[in-house]
């Protein structure tokens, strides 16, 4: 069974310092990775995802994930972080073969720190 | 605007007391799936439609049931809530079920307390 799993369950950096959010994930088959954001007190929007193609995602507000195969992992980086990037992020992974399906990591609690 | 609405917000109750929290989209999106957040936990999915009349398991279904009647629609039903139903409540929508094309619109959340 497929299984997402987000080592650091908060993550405190100054602003305009460089992030990673690491997420590593389990599963037998291929998969579709994403990540999403939650902002306090609102839903999710997505910010990246991986389909196919270069290893290497670029999202929205600057984020970028790379794919590695090898390591199974889907980490999340920003090089220089903002207050407003304050948030949770969700990693989630979907096997190709039932891609209705969506599996979460337990979240990274990002607090940007003045 | 397009977006996913969800009702009631907020809602305390009391254990037994049956409650449904209203999902609607106005994307004209096929699929729909309701997820609860607990600390720790993640997103964990309770149900999911992929039409009309067409509703199916998620990983955590006990306690749960769900109708999708019409296309905009996807309630969700506590017949007979319990304190370990107290979660934050998100519904989301895609307009198929292929990940692999769509992005899964999530609308606000529902904070339940279930006493």
Redesign the interface.
């Known amino acids: 069974a497929q299984s997402v799993t987000q080592l650091d369950s908060q993550v405190p950096v100054f602003e305009e310092a460089p992030v990673e959010l690491r997420c590593n994930y389990s599963s037998s088959v291929s998969v579709y990775l994403f990540w999403y954001v939650q902002y306090p007190n609102q839903g999710l929007q997505l910010l990246l995802k991986y389909l196919s193609g270069s290893t290497l995602v670029k999202g929205i507000n600057g984020f970028e994930a790379e794919f590695n195969k090898s390591q199974t992992s889907f980490h999340l980086r920003k090089p220089s972080v903002h207050i407003s990037d304050t948030a949770e992020y969700f990693c989630a992974v979907s096997e190709m073969d039932s891609s209705y399906k969506l599996i979460f990591g337990s979240g990274t609690r990002l607090l940007v720190r003045p | 605007e397009a977006q ?1 609405t969800q009702n009631p917000r907020y809602l305390i109750t009391v254990t037994g007391k049956k409650l449904t929290v209203t999902c609607s989209q106005n994307m004209n999106h096929e ?1 729909m ?1 309701w ?1 609860r957040q607990d600390p ?6 309770i149900y ?1 439609s ?1 039409n009309v009349e067409v509703t199916d398991k ?1 990983d955590v279904p006990e306690g749960y049931k769900v109708s999708r009647k019409e296309k905009r629609n996807f309630p969700l039903i506590l017949e007979s809530p319990s304190p370990n139903q107290t979660s934050l409540y ?1 519904c ?1 929508s895609s307009l198929i ?4 094309t769509d ?2 619109y ?4 529902t904070r339940l307390t279930v006493l």
């Open positions: 996913v699929y799936s997820y720790g936990l993640g997103l964990r999915q999911y992929m998620g998100f989301a079920g292929g990940l692999s992005t899964q999530f609308g606000p959340g």
